[in-house]
């Protein structure tokens, strides 16, 4: 991996994890399950998403709002801050003894492996930043997530990294973006593996962890900062406060 290219970031408190997303663990039809999740998030948050300008309709926009509120979805929440990465790293008291990750990839290399046709699409000019994609590029060349699963043929399963149409204060406190995959039943690892230098994890031991916890504690890059408002607040004196 070039260092000196554009590169995204996602923290995890145990380095054995992969990158499955929350859909995949709800076993069953995931299609189906996905359709469902998603009718019901647009309905049961209806009066919320219409007073947040959520274009309900859009269903990558709405699956990034589900995603980022803790919805089960096949996206992935990444960051282009590398200290996002490290708090989510280090931030759960009960995996300290625990050797965490962050996971740092270049989504350039990723999407050069996309079919040509949807590459075409969905890599056109006015990037919102090298290798990341706009929202309202994966709409035009997918308008429905259907659309993606019938580009799953092949060993290398598609697989991008997008910038939401829509930010609230947390998404944008975050840095954050997303990654998708061509296959609801895949794991973006098992993709990342088949594309050469695109992808690497920096181990953080449990030593180390601590180390980074209180560096960025000392620094105000925490929960209050990464999570505005009384979420933010009481996850911090939580985690603060345990005994």
Request: with cysteine; glycine share 8%; proline share 5%.
């Amino acid at each position: 991996m070039d260092a000196n290219q554009f590169c995204v970031f996602r923290g995890v408190s145990n380095s054995s994890w992969t990158l499955q997303h929350s859909l995949s663990r709800m076993g069953g039809d995931l299609g189906a399950k996905e359709r469902r999740v998603l009718d019901d998030f647009r309905d049961f948050a209806n009066l919320e998403l219409k007073a947040q300008a959520v274009e309900v309709e859009n269903p990558w926009q709405l699956m990034a709002v589900a995603q980022h509120h803790g919805t089960p979805t096949r996206l992935l929440d990444w960051s282009r801050n590398q200290d996002v990465a490290l708090h989510f790293a280090t931030s759960d008291r009960r995996s300290w003894g625990t050797e965490g990750c962050v996971w740092v990839v270049n989504p350039h290399l990723v999407h050069q492996t996309l079919p040509a046709l949807l590459k075409q699409d969905l890599c056109g000019s006015g990037e919102a930043a090298p290798g990341l994609m706009r929202e309202r590029q994966m709409l035009r060349a997918l308008p429905a997530v259907a659309d993606l699963d019938r580009q799953a043929v092949g060993p290398v399963l598609p697989a991008f990294f997008f910038e939401p149409g829509w930010a609230d204060a947390r998404i944008k406190a975050q840095n954050g973006l997303f990654s998708v995959v061509g296959d609801v039943a895949s794991d973006l690892a098992d993709v990342l593996e088949t594309v050469p230098r695109c992808a690497r994890r920096v181990h953080i031991g449990p030593v180390l962890k601590l180390e980074v916890r209180r560096k960025l504690d000392a620094s105000g890059r925490d929960e209050r900062s990464y999570f505005p408002g009384f979420d933010g607040v009481s996850a911090f004196l939580g985690r603060n406060h345990c005994e």
